[in-house]
T-cell receptor, first 118, second 111 residues
């Protein structure tokens, strides 16, 4: 149980285009989803926290107009990288939590999406 | 702001040797601590979760200890195997329910 999927697993796009990444909780309802990015040989950095039906909360330094997050249902959250540039190339990972997020509840992680912007 | 440090950054051992991975964090007010495994280009696999009230957790060859007051956790992997080669990440959960990750320890087990 507690499986999280991401689609696509990898994507290559041209500079200036937008890319949408989906994160789905397959067998549970996720009230909270988290989006992380990971640069090579570095740790995961939290970008934003999204709760179903409300606006995402972005971490300091993350541009909310560039990284659009939508959490329209209890099983789906999307991250759209708008007007992507080469510096946005990274590994994006989502996680989902069933109740409240973190705390004593486990975050279940997706397999990640490798974004390469040419 | 919570800072998580993992030492060493990389570790190479012969098969059969025990592994000791260290994690330290600056703010002891945590809810839990988790150890994850990450294979190259892949997502995270949760290995062990230790609640703040617990001292250790065990799963098979893995044992993780937590000393919240000193801000330290140690992951022990007994009798290492080549399949244990991966990056191991430590993460702590704070009262805001967010996870703060260390940079990881990359382990290579030589056959």
């Amino acid at each position: 149980g507690a499986v999280v999927s991401q689609h696509p697993s990898w994507v290559i796009c041209k500079s200036g285009t937008s890319v949408k990444i989906e994160c789905r909780s397959l067998d549970f309802q996720a009230t909270t989803m988290f989006w992380y990015r990971q640069f090579p040989k570095q740790s995961l950095m939290l970008m934003a926290t999204s709760n179903e039906g409300s606006k995402a909360t972005y971490e300091q330094g993350v541009e909310k107009d560039k990284f659009l997050i939508n959490h329209a249902s209890l099983t789906l959250s999307t991250l759209t990288v708008t007007s992507a540039h080469p510096e946005d190339s990274s590994f994006y990972i989502c996680s989902a939590s069933a109740v409240g997020g973190g705390g004593t509840d486990t975050q279940y992680f997706g397999p990640g999406t490798r974004l390469t912007v040419l | 702001k919570q800072e998580v440090t993992q030492i060493p950054a990389a570790l190479s051992v012969p098969e059969g040797e025990n592994l000791v991975l260290n994690c330290s964090f600056t703010d002891s007010a945590i809810y839990n601590l988790q150890w994850f495994r990450q294979d190259p280009g892949k997502g995270l696999t949760s290995l062990l979760l230790i609640q703040s009230s617990q001292r250790e957790q065990t799963s098979g060859r893995l044992n993780a200890s937590l000393d919240k007051s000193s801000g330290r956790s140690t992951l022990y992997i007994a009798a290492s195997q080549p399949g244990d080669s991966a990056t191991y990440l430590c993460a702590v959960s704070g009262n805001d329910y967010k996870l703060s990750f260390g940079a990881g320890t990359t382990v290579t087990v030589r056959a």
